[in-house]
C-alpha cells in the first residue's frame, strides 16, 4: 500500500491562489458594498475561517475600509477569525437545555475530544467545541448541532456514538470506503 506524500507548495503560489478564488468571488457576486457578506460567507466556506490577509484583500477588492469588512466579520456570530475544525459541535446552554443537564454533555465532549480548559478546537483540527446561548430548540433540550445537524435530548452515552460514527465515517475516507 503506497501512502500519499503531501507535496508543500511554495507560499506564494499557495497564497495566490487563496487570493485568485476570492477574485472569483468578487466577480461572481460583484464589487459592491452589498455583496460583502455573501462574499465572506464564500470564503468562510472555502477556509472554515476568515484569515486576515482575505479580510484584507476583500476590502481591497470592494474598495472598502479594512475595517468596515472587519468590522461585518466581527459582528455576526456566523464568521469566524480563528481557525475551525472540519465538525464544529455547538452545545446549546439556553435556560432548557442547561436545566436538563447539559453541563455533563459539555464536561463529557470536552474530555472526549482531549481539550483543555479554554481551548476550542482539538490539535488535529477535526473538531471545535462550542457553548452557544440557544439554538431555539428547546424541546429537543439537551441539544446539540454538529455542523448543520441537529441531534436533541443528547446525553453523553449518545454523543459518544455520534462521534464514534463520525469517527468511523473519517477512517472509511481514508481508506477509501466512503459510503456513496
Known amino acids: 500500500m503506497s501512502q500519499a506524500v503531501a507535496v508543500r507548495e511554495p507560499a506564494q503560489d499557495a497564497a495566490g491562489r487563496r487570493f485568485d478564488r476570492i477574485q472569483q468571488?468578487?466577480?461572481e457576486?460583484?464589487?459592491s458594498r452589498s455583496a460583502l457578506i455573501p462574499i465572506l460567507q464564500k470564503a468562510q466556506e472555502e477556509y472554515r475561517y476568515l484569515p486576515e490577509e482575505i479580510l484584507t484583500f476583500i476590502a481591497t477588492a470592494l474598495?472598502?475600509?479594512?475595517?468596515?469588512?472587519f468590522g461585518v466579520a466581527t459582528f455576526y456570530a456566523q464568521f469566524s477569525l480563528e481557525p475551525v475544525g472540519k465538525y464544529v459541535i455547538k452545545v446549546c446552554d439556553g435556560t432548557a437545555c442547561h436545566v436538563r443537564k447539559n453541563q455533563a454533555l459539555i464536561s463529557s465532549l470536552r474530555s472526549r475530544l482531549g481539550l483543555k480548559e479554554g481551548q476550542k478546537?482539538?490539535?488535529?483540527?477535526?473538531?471545535?467545541l462550542e457553548i452557544v446561548s440557544c439554538i431555539g430548540a428547546c424541546a429537543l433540550a439537551p441539544a446539540v448541532v454538529i455542523n448543520d445537524r441537529v441531534y436533541g435530548q443528547m446525553t453523553a452515552d449518545k454523543m459518544k456514538a455520534v462521534l464514534d460514527e463520525i469517527e468511523r465515517a473519517e477512517a472509511a475516507v481514508g481508506d477509501g470506503k466512503e459510503e456513496q
Open 121 to 128: 478546537t482539538t490539535s488535529d483540527m477535526r473538531y471545535t
Open 29 to 31: 457576486y460583484g464589487a
Open 25 to 27: 468571488l468578487v466577480e
Open 63 to 69: 474598495d472598502l475600509p479594512p475595517s468596515t469588512v
